[in-house]
Structure formats: structure tokens, C-alpha cells
């Protein structure tokens, strides 16, 4: 659901237009969609690079990657990431765009620039890996922490890392767009941004949710129409009409490890080079 660009704020103030914050769902329509579960997080693997005398060293294969690659090094990276909390997809040896997602995600967290290339850098920050900045430090114990500057997103269950994965928020581009919704064409207005503040996980549903505004991937509500969601585009910069888009291979995994009511911070600001 990428905002369109306009020509400029006056477009936007055209007669009849709804305006709207948000990605693309109504909170009129959350009864007839509402499956929120208090359900635990799923067991996983806890993040962050084990340490201590019995710590045995990490030795990265060093190969230069780049997508479309295969073989050992794709594997071994692919094990790692997910080692690490991040969800690079199956460790099948094949560099796709999920590992590619992960790969983005873990150089961000690393001070590395986002690149699909995986090189001497990138190996060296996966022998000794940084953990994520933390936000909110006197935080609930399992929450999430949305992070527009670096546009990630840090999972933490019962005070550890279960899961970070790179994200696109809201592009911060007024749009107004024409839609068909509830069987007649109507003009939707809204800012597409993704406010920072403290929120908690609401209704969510399942598989793809049509909003008036695009489809959402198994979308998890946290701030009025604005939801975490599966999308197939998941670029390197914000380009949602609101809502935070992750991975598809993500979205697939959070509905069992994201409960109803849990604390969601969002906090930062995405600043454009």
C-alpha cells in the first residue's frame, strides 16, 4: 500500500474527501473481524550472541554473497540470522528476498548500510553481533518496540529478543486516493504516517484482510486503523499509507508469538538521505 505522491497539499483538499489516518481500516469493521488471542509467545530461539567462557568462537565462511546466490555460506548465514532472532526463512542454502529482509534488518542493527551484498563487514558483525538498541527501558517484559529511524521492529518476550525484522512504515506523503468500499467509490485523505507513541495490540485477522486502502497480510492492530501487516512490497525506506509492513515470512510467524494486549512503543523518525 505505497502513499502515492501528489503534487503538493492543496491536491489533497478536495470536496468530499474522508479524511483519514492510517492504513486502510475502518475501526466500524473491527467486530466482524476480531480473532484476538492472549495466547503466549511461541517458543524460539532467544537472540543475541552467546558470551561467557564456554562460548565457543564464531567463525563466519567470509564468502562475498549477493541474492540469487546458493550454497554453504547462504545456509550458514541463513542459521545464523535465525540464531540471532532474525527470519531469513528456511536455511535452504537459496539467497532470497526473506533472507535478503533478514539481511537488511541485522545490518541496520549493526550500524551497517542495508545492502542485498553480504560481505567482509556484514561476516565480521555476524561473528560478534551487536543487540538491539532498547527503547523503552523500563518497558513491560514482552512488548514490541517499533524503531522508525532505523525502520525495524525488536519483539521482546519475558525480557528477551525473540524476534527483529525489518519493516516499512508510514511514508510520511499525504495522499488522497479513490476506492471502492462497502459497493460504492468514495475518496479516502490521510497523512501516511505511522505516529510515535504507546500502544497495545488490539484486533487482528487472519490471512489477507481487504481495507479500503489495499490488502493486509495477517494484520495485528495496535493504534486505531494502523497494524502491523504482511506485505509483498517491503522496501528499504517508508512507503505505507500508515501501517508498519513487514515480511510475509514474518507476518506468517507473529499472530503465534504477538498476543492481544501487548505494549507496542513506537518511537524515532525515518530521515531521508
Not at 49 to 62: E, F, H, K, L, N
Not at 143 to 166: C, G, S
Not at 224 to 236: M, W
Request: one cysteine or more.
Amino acid at each position: 500500500m505505497r502513499a502515492r505522491r501528489l503534487p503538493g497539499v492543496a491536491a489533497l483538499l478536495t470536496a468530499g474527501a474522508v479524511a483519514l489516518s492510517g492504513c486502510g481500516t475502518l475501526a466500524s469493521h473491527r467486530s466482524t473481524a476480531s480473532l484476538g488471542t492472549d495466547s503466549p509467545a511461541a517458543a524460539h530461539t532467544s537472540a543475541g550472541a552467546r558470551s561467557g567462557p564456554a562460548a565457543a568462537r564464531v567463525v563466519a565462511p567470509g564468502k562475498t554473497l549477493k541474492l540469487g546466490a546458493k550454497g554453504k555460506a547462504v545456509q550458514w548465514l541463513q542459521q545464523r540470522l535465525a540464531q540471532l532472532g532474525y527470519r531469513p526463512g528456511k536455511a535452504d542454502g537459496r539467497y532470497g528476498g526473506a533472507t535478503m529482509a533478514a539481511v537488511w534488518a541485522f545490518q541496520k542493527v549493526n550500524g551497517i548500510r542495508p545492502t542485498s551484498t553480504v560481505a567482509k563487514r556484514t561476516w565480521d558483525a555476524l561473528e560478534t553481533p551487536r543487540s538491539p538498541k532498547v527503547l523503552v527501558k523500563d518497558g513491560r517484559p514482552t512488548r514490541a518496540e517499533v524503531n522508525l529511524t532505523k525502520q525495524i521492529m525488536v519483539l521482546y518476550v519475558d525480557n528477551e529478543v525473540k524476534l527483529i525484522t525489518h519493516v516499512s512504515s508510514g511514508s510520511g506523503v499525504p495522499y488522497c486516493e479513490t476506492a471502492t468500499w462497502q459497493g460504492k467509490q468514495q475518496r479516502f485523505c490521510g497523512s501516511a504516517s505511522t505516529p510515535t507513541g504507546d500502544y497495545k495490540t488490539t484486533w487482528r485477522a487472519r490471512g489477507w484482510h481487504r481495507s479500503y486502502l489495499g490488502q493486509l497480510y495477517n494484520p495485528i492492530f495496535f493504534n486505531g486503523g494502523i497494524a502491523f501487516h504482511g506485505a509483498l512490497s517491503v522496501p528499504l525506506y517508508p512507503a505505507s499509507h500508515g501501517c508498519v509492513r513487514m515480511p510475509m515470512n514474518v507476518a506468517e510467524v507473529l499472530p503465534g508469538m504477538l498476543g492481544k494486549g501487548v505494549p507496542v512503543h513506537v518511537r524515532g523518525r525515518f530521515k531521508r538521505l
